[in-house]
């Protein structure tokens, strides 16, 4: 029962098994942002843009450095509270999201190709990178739940393919023996 501390790409999160909660906290890049503070001063004009126009999911913004994990909390939190989604694993609390409280489970220890293989087939042409990578998940509880929704594009995959997801998983799929027999079948 020890405290442990993961680190994502845009927040940290420390598991406390004694209290069964995960407390999500943002990550800040300062060193990025200096790098984009400095770029944009170089360059007439690129402050309006960078300042007025760019927002957090726009790739390599001044916001983006600074505030995209707090986004992605918020968000987070607002999702669940608001669908409830059997799919996602519960977000108990945010403050303004500089810190979220999560119940904590126990990380799905599938296979990446297996996960994403067969993710790809249930959703078919829905493209999520990050719906591939087994440590997004838990089958703690007999279905797949996913632990990082904090996303737009993955709230929207849930909303659309989240139940299904759920109705389709099945925890025994293997790639390998479905290339096999698809290589059977060619023959």
């Known amino acids: 029962m020890e405290i442990e501390i993961k680190k994502g790409t845009w ?40 300042l007025f126009k760019n927002d957090v999911y ?14 992605n909390n918020w968000l987070e939190y607002k999702f669940y509270i608001q669908t409830k ?10 403050l303004l999201g500089l810190i979220n409280i999560q119940r904590l ?11 994403g293989y067969q993710l790809k087939l249930i959703l078919g042409k829905a493209d999520v990178h990050h719906w591939g990578n087994p440590s ?5 509880t007999g279905r ?3 632990l990082d929704y904090g996303d737009p594009e993955v709230q ?16 025994n799929y293997s790639w390998e023996k479905r290339k096999r027999e698809l290589e059977e079948a060619r023959r």
């Open 136 to 140: 997004n998940f838990t089958f703690e």
């Open 11 to 50: 927040r940290y999160v420390i598991l406390l098994p004694f209290l069964g909660i995960a407390i999500k906290l943002p990550r800040i890049y300062l060193t990025e942002a200096w790098d984009v503070i400095i770029f944009t001063l170089g360059c007439k004009g690129w402050w309006r843009i960078e």
């Open 156 to 171: 929207a995959a849930i909303r659309k393919y989240g139940q299904k997801i759920q109705d389709n998983f099945d925890p």
């Open 105 to 115: 489970v126990t990380i799905s220890q599938f296979d990446d190709l297996d996960l």
């Open 58 to 71: 726009t790739y390599s913004s001044l916001k983006g450095w600074l505030f995209k994990g707090m986004v």
């Open 85 to 94: 989604h059997p799919f996602c694993v519960p977000t108990y609390l945010s």
């Open 144 to 146: 797949l739940q996913i």
